[in-house]
């Protein structure tokens, strides 16, 4: 007797036999206030322009293919940089060595007349600028001027600027690592003399 | 397990192990929808794409401290819409755009620079009224015209009030109609 009445509420369970998404009926009212406010908005738009109403609404702009299945590769506390000045190739070659000669300048003690390496460097250096386009050294420019007031340091706290980590966030470790080298010979050459 | 809601994509957000899926599933749910107000906008790929990731950086940014007593939809708009704004007026600095009479940037060339424009095409002509619009009142033609945003969500998102903004889009409808039948 049990089982029977068992069965027979399962069959008077109004879901019988059939099931619905999951969720389904959490987010029914909103999917019925969307169209609602579609089919208002579509009114309002017959009756200010039957015209524009009958337009089909496709966008004619294109996509490069598969725009949109591109997995999102965001990191957990820094975000990756959007328009990397240092994903241009020219411009990671001119500013490491515009680094690099700037610091044997340095080591070199202000000299007033550049020679040997140091004199190869700025020659190097000389050569990419000339062989920038119009473009790219207006660019360069923006870059190498951008922010500066002529009364910065050279003493960057990297840990305390978020800004520099994102700025260096494409410079691989190895770059990051030999520029550091550099920088500690210098610094240690300077302080021995 | 695919998040349905918005409010559990948020919860979902609020954990740290289910911070970044949670987040992945957010930009999925809108990516297309925002990446086409800001393509109306800027028009041009390259320009939308950047746009698109400084909107979503910004999101991911301030998503935990959003207050889940305004809409996450009428959010993300106002972050994308700011993030257009601002990317036009860079151009304008730059004096990479021409301007409209009003000083507002005219997209018109861009548009006819794209890979398959064809100007004897309802759809482009109708792409060529849309920037011959004001900038605003381009926002407020785009977001009601094709994502049929309500005029309560669209004054949060433009803090401009609905009256202004149904006179607007009046106004809008009114010279895209006029732009369509007359050039």
């Not at chain 1, 399962?10 to 089919?39: C, H, N, W």
Request: glycine letters at 4%.
């Amino acid at each position: 007797m049990t089982d029977r009445q068992t069965i027979n509420n399962e069959l008077k369970d109004p879901r019988m036999p059939y099931s619905v998404p999951l969720g389904y009926f959490e987010g029914l009212a909103e999917q019925v206030l969307t169209r609602i406010r579609q089919e208002e908005a579509k009114e309002e738009l017959g009756t200010l322009s039957p015209l524009l109403q009958q337009l089909s609404k496709k966008q004619p702009y294109s996509t490069p293919v598969g725009y949109f299945d591109f997995p999102v590769n965001l990191p957990a506390s820094e975000q990756a940089p959007v328009r990397s000045l240092f994903s241009r190739t020219w411009i990671r070659y001119a500013v490491a060595a515009s680094v690099i000669a700037a610091g044997i300048f340095l080591w070199m003690g202000r000299a007033e007349q550049p020679t040997g390496n140091a004199k190869n460097v700025i020659i190097e250096v000389k050569q990419d600028i000339q062989q920038l386009n119009e473009k790219e050294e207006s660019l360069l420019q923006e870059f190498v001027s951008a922010g500066m007031t002529g009364q910065e340091t050279a003493q960057i706290d990297i840990q305390e600027r978020a800004a520099d980590k994102t700025l260096l966030a494409d410079v691989s470790e190895q770059e990051l690592n030999e520029f550091l080298e550099q920088s500690e010979f210098i610094t240690s050459t300077e302080t021995n003399e | 397990m695919p998040l349905h809601s918005d409010a559990e994509i948020l919860l979902a957000f609020q954990e740290p192990a289910k911070k970044e899926s949670a987040f992945t599933q957010l930009v999925r749910k809108y990516q297309e929808r925002l990446y086409w107000h800001v393509r109306r906008m800027v028009v041009v790929h390259d320009d939308a794409n950047d746009v698109i990731q400084n909107v979503w950086i910004r999101v991911w940014k301030g998503l935990e401290n959003f207050r889940s007593d305004s809409q996450l939809y009428t959010w993300l708009y106002r972050i994308a819409t700011n993030e257009c704004l601002s990317f036009l007026d860079q151009q304008k600095r730059k004096g990479a755009v021409s301007l409209d009479q009003e000083g507002g940037v005219n997209l018109s060339e861009q548009v006819r620079a794209e890979q398959y424009f064809d100007a004897d095409k309802a759809e482009w002509k109708l792409q060529l009224a849309i920037q011959a619009l004001p900038e605003k009142q381009k926002l407020v033609f785009t977001l009601r015209y094709y994502d049929e945003m309500p005029y309560e969500e669209m004054s949060r998102v433009l803090e401009t009030s609905e009256g202004a903004l149904k006179a607007s889009y009046h106004h809008a409808v009114k010279k895209v109609e006029d732009y369509l039948l007359n050039r």
